[in-house]
């Protein structure tokens, strides 16, 4: 009796393991109708914007708070993002266009090339959709559109959602792990998603808690 | 470019202090404002960016106590605090209903900070290595810091503006290389007060 109540708790230990490491729920969609299609671009930009927002940055144990300024060109893909501290100092100023990443200004701890990179990443996932079209999407009967992108270096882009509730954004490695996770909740200012949760699994974990302060146009 | 932001704060918070008759020239404003023991006050901070449509603004408070005692209290739109007592500085976010610690790296970028305008908050400009100063009786009567050669790539000049009200500041403005500025108008006030010990201690 003892010895099954043992191997209970060893099974349950592993079932719990298993679930923490598995990829999360990958949904197999088949190409959508061309009509649904614009529905997988509703959360990004579709004109020139500004947004301000409160970040609650959270890496290692420590947190940080930040002000994130990001301007951008949906058409011409180009976005330039600035980081300030409460003060109003910036931090941070770079500039992303099609042919690569302007830093204008970097102060340490964000003075690094790897940040610079990250940080557009980020906004890049944010902000702008894949450039190519969605390989498949579906509308379900509830409104909520399921969207997925293969980009060029093998990860994969994930949104669902809808307007009405709130919309998940997951970037895949090529192996299918979730690297990145956004969780976009309304109501949407310009189009623009009142709060975002943000959270970066790998290759280093943080999360980024944003409200928006300000939106132009 | 923070410990300027500071040692603004101080320069600004000192001669605003000054609760004496006009000053007629630098040397007795500079006198002036060592008989001030406390400040309290409210802020409003204008945040202009090339990047920015509209200025970015914040509120906050401002508690002083002679003579290396600072509270510089963010309400909106980030509810943020920097402490300084003596040596000791802390910083805090509110997050999630409590008041969390800054990361490491910006406490000690404070610290920094808070050694270098100790001069300037004692009236002690004339020690300062980072600008120089020109005052003019106006009006409005204003002290103009011209950064010196290297900090020149991040500020232009800071201007202290004082009101007519005797010795009381009416606003700080930075002007930054490539068009970026900062305004704080300073209100409500009050010099002198006895303020309680905790308040540079616990955010």
Same mark, same amino acid.
């Given at each position: 009796?003892?010895?099954?109540?043992?191997?209970?708790?060893?099974?349950?230990?592993?079932?719990?393991?298993?679930?923490?490491?598995?990829?999360?729920?990958?949904?197999?969609?088949?190409?959508?109708?061309? =009509?649904? !299609?614009?529905?997988? /671009?509703?959360?990004?930009?579709?004109?020139?914007?500004?947004?301000?927002?409160?970040?609650?940055?959270? *890496? &290692?144990?420590?947190?940080?708070?930040?002000? &994130?300024?990001?301007?951008?060109?949906?058409?011409?893909?180009?976005? %330039?993002?600035?980081? !300030?501290?409460?003060?109003?100092?910036?931090?941070?100023?770079?500039?992303?266009?099609?042919?690569?990443?302007?830093?204008?200004?970097?102060?340490?701890?964000?003075?690094?090339?790897? *940040?610079?990179?990250?940080?557009?990443?980020?906004?890049?996932? !944010?902000?702008?959709?894949?450039?190519?079209?969605?390989?498949?999407?579906?509308? =379900?009967?509830?409104?909520?559109?399921?969207?997925?992108?293969?980009?060029?270096?093998?990860?994969?882009?994930? #949104?669902?959602g809808s307007m009405d509730r709130s919309w998940r954004i997951l970037r895949r490695d090529k192996y299918g792990e979730v690297?990145?996770?956004?969780?976009?909740?309304?109501?949407?200012?310009? &189009?623009?998603?009142?709060? #975002?949760? /943000?959270?970066?699994?790998?290759?280093?974990? /943080?999360?980024?808690?944003?409200?928006?302060? %300000?939106?132009?146009? | 470019?923070?410990?300027?932001?500071?040692?603004?704060?101080?320069i600004a918070t000192a001669i605003f202090f000054a609760d004496m008759g006009p000053a007629r020239d630098f040397t007795s404003?500079?006198?002036?404002?060592?008989?001030?023991?406390? +400040?309290?006050?409210?802020?409003?901070?204008?945040?202009?960016?090339?990047?920015?449509?509209?200025?970015?603004?914040?509120?906050?408070?401002?508690?002083?106590?002679?003579?290396?005692?600072?509270?510089?209290?963010?309400?909106?739109?980030?509810?943020?605090?920097?402490?300084?007592?003596?040596?000791?500085?802390?910083?805090?976010?509110?997050?999630? $209903?409590?008041?969390?610690?800054?990361?490491?790296?910006?406490?000690?970028?404070?610290?920094?900070?808070?050694?270098?305008?100790?001069?300037?908050?004692?009236?002690?400009?004339?020690?300062?290595?980072?600008?120089?100063?020109?005052?003019?009786?106006?009006?409005?009567?204003? +002290?103009?810091? +011209?950064?010196?050669?290297?900090?020149?790539?991040?500020?232009?000049?800071?201007e202290i503006v004082l009101s007519v009200r005797p010795g009381v500041i009416d606003r700080v403005e930075i002007e930054e290389? $490539?068009?970026?500025?900062?305004?704080?108008?300073?209100?409500?006030?009050?010099?002198?007060?006895?303020?309680?010990?905790? +308040?540079?201690?616990?955010?």
């Amino acid at each position: 009796m003892i010895r099954r109540k043992g191997l209970d708790l060893c099974l349950l230990g592993f079932l719990i393991l298993s679930i923490g490491c598995a990829p999360k729920f990958k949904t197999t969609l088949r190409p959508g109708s061309p =009509e649904d !299609l614009p529905g997988c /671009y509703a959360i990004f930009p579709a004109e020139p914007w500004e947004s301000v927002h409160k970040i609650e940055a959270t *890496f &290692g144990g420590s947190s940080s708070s930040l002000i &994130g300024v990001t301007k951008g060109e949906p058409s011409e893909r180009k976005f %330039q993002s600035v980081l !300030l501290t409460p003060e109003g100092f910036v931090l941070f100023d770079a500039e992303c266009r099609v042919n690569g990443i302007s830093v204008r200004k970097a102060v340490a701890p964000f003075d690094s090339p790897a *940040f610079a990179r990250g940080l557009i990443d980020d906004v890049s996932l !944010l902000f702008l959709p894949p450039a190519a079209k969605p390989t498949t999407w579906l509308k =379900e009967t509830n409104g909520t559109m399921i969207c997925k992108w293969e980009n060029p270096d093998n990860s994969q882009t994930e #949104i669902t959602g809808s307007m009405d509730r709130s919309w998940r954004i997951l970037r895949r490695d090529k192996y299918g792990e979730v690297t990145k996770e956004v969780v976009l909740s309304g109501p949407f200012l310009n &189009g623009l998603a009142s709060r #975002i949760e /943000y959270r970066a699994f790998k290759p280093a974990p /943080y999360s980024l808690r944003m409200t928006l302060i %300000q939106a132009f146009p | 470019m923070k410990k300027f932001f500071f040692s603004i704060v101080f320069i600004a918070t000192a001669i605003f202090f000054a609760d004496m008759g006009p000053a007629r020239d630098f040397t007795s404003l500079n006198e002036a404002f060592r008989n001030i023991r406390s +400040v309290k006050a409210g802020f409003l901070q204008k945040r202009s960016l090339p990047i920015l449509t509209k200025p970015l603004l914040s509120e906050g408070k401002l508690f002083l106590s002679m003579p290396d005692s600072l509270r510089w209290e963010y309400l909106s739109p980030l509810r943020s605090v920097m402490l300084r007592k003596g040596n000791n500085i802390q910083i805090y976010n509110f997050s999630d $209903g409590v008041w969390k610690p800054e990361m490491a790296q910006a406490v000690e970028a404070r610290r920094m900070v808070l050694g270098e305008i100790s001069h300037w908050f004692q009236g002690r400009f004339d020690e300062s290595t980072a600008f120089k100063h020109f005052y003019s009786p106006g009006p409005p009567e204003r +002290v103009t810091l +011209v950064p010196k050669e290297g900090i020149d790539k991040f500020i232009n000049r800071i201007e202290i503006v004082l009101s007519v009200r005797p010795g009381v500041i009416d606003r700080v403005e930075i002007e930054e290389p $490539g068009g970026s500025r900062t305004s704080i108008e300073f209100k409500n006030v009050e010099i002198n007060l006895s303020l309680p010990s905790e +308040v540079f201690e616990k955010p």
